[in-house]
């Protein structure tokens, strides 16, 4: 909590500084000061968000929304916070005024179809993803290719899902998340050896295997009739997750 208020002091000190000039440079600097001010107060709630401080967040937005109504991040920055808290009303309200106001805005777009495809709107979803990447200056496109890719395929569209998936692969060939991705697709799609070199991939870069992944690269080499590396896995995941839901479904053979 200091490190933030620290921050934003220094980021405050930092946007406020003054410029020398009379007339309309003093209109021109203070609107200026304002734009800094919402700029920095909705990165600071966006760091709250990421740390789970949801209160805290809604707080910086509050601040945000007083000085300056139409700012587009501070909305999506909020969607985020109800989504996280499950006000799915307030989140797609936030999410709709925030594009309503900049609909050039990747960020919205890919937190939008995320926010669709967690709630059972995969189609509506693979949209918002396709909007941001549209976007030259989007600075991470490869996330709303790997989701639209988890979308679709969640959706049962597998064909569709591939061709996601593959493009952000092009963009980031080691991300985690795109080649665990992959895997399960693989797997989904019975291609068994596919899904066995994708997620050792994947596990080359991480630094260790979460119950889930555990779970599917036991039924990969299941699938593959590796029963040496079937063994292994099973003994981590009950080694390491002996009460999970992962470990029950080892068990009960599923």
Partial sequence: MRLLNFILAVLLLTGCASKSGG???????????????????????????????????????????????????????????????????QAESDFKRSLNIDDSNSSAHNNYGWFLCQRGRELESVKHFMAAVKNPLYAT??????????????AGKLDEAETYLKRALIMQPKMPEILLGMAELNYAKADYA??????????????????ANLLLAIRIEHK????????????????????SRETQLMLSGE
């Fill in 23 to 89: 007339g309309d440079a003093d209109t021109q600097q203070g609107s200026s000061r304002i734009q800094d001010s919402v700029r920095i107060h909705t990165e600071l709630a966006g760091m709250y968000y990421e740390r789970a401080q949801y209160g805290f967040a809604l707080e910086q937005l509050t601040l945000v929304l007083k000085k300056d109504s139409d700012y587009a991040p501070a909305y999506n920055v909020r969607g985020l916070v109800h989504m996280a808290l499950l006000e799915d009303e």
């Fill in 141 to 154: 496109p490869e996330k709303a290719f790997l989701n639209a890719g988890l979308c679709s395929k969640k």
């Fill in 194 to 211: 596919g899904a066995k070199s994708y997620f050792l991939r994947f596990a080359q870069g991480v630094p260790e295997l979460a119950a």
């Fill in 224 to 243: 593959l009739g590796d029963r040496n590396s079937e063994a292994s896995y099973k003994l981590q995941l009950r080694k390491r997750f002996p009460e």
